[in-house]
């Protein structure tokens, strides 16, 4: 199991399907699951999207499935439950934290991005600044996508995954 994890705008969407998609993995993106449950009707989403998350990432791993977790995962305890998702499995995990260095260029992600899910609304510039993001109490692998490719970060992170 690998997390992503990271404010928006940063690449980890892109990031981790394009992983998903070379390792024929499952992605579970917390968007599509937070985004079809206002579509029927939850207004106020909570922690439901997180929580449907990893019942979906434990059933894919009980088959033997990898799964690659895509969700801002701002907090600790967040990312504690996808790493105990995969310890209730038997699968390995890795967390990785995606970001931008630049926020010149992050700024301009947020702002000029094309949204791939019918009607969610992604935050501007300022909800991103605001977001709450703790900081990372244990190691984890970081990419920073800051003037890079796609092709560039995929490479690093699968490098660094072996």
Known sequence: MIAFAGLPGTGKSTLSRALA??????????????????????????PAGYMAGYVVAR????????????????LRITRDAWRDVARATG???VEVEVVCSDPDE??????????????????DWPAVQRREYEVWDRPTLRIDTAGRSL????????????
Do not use: C, K, Y
Request: aromatic residues 2%; charged residues 20%.
């Open 59 to 74: 059933a894919n791993l009980s088959l033997g499935l990898s799964v690659v977790a895509d969700s801002v995962n701002p």
């Open 21 to 46: 998609q070379a390792l024929g993995a499952a992605w579970i993106r917390i968007d599509h699951l937070e985004q079809a449950m206002r579509d029927g009707g939850i207004t106020e989403v909570g």
């Open 91 to 93: 699968a390995g995990f």
């Open 106 to 123: 992050h700024r301009r992600r947020v702002e000029t991005r094309q949204v791939d899910i019918a009607g969610l609304v992604p935050p």
């Open 151 to 162: 092709d560039a970060s995929l490479a690093e992170l699968r490098a660094a995954l072996g």
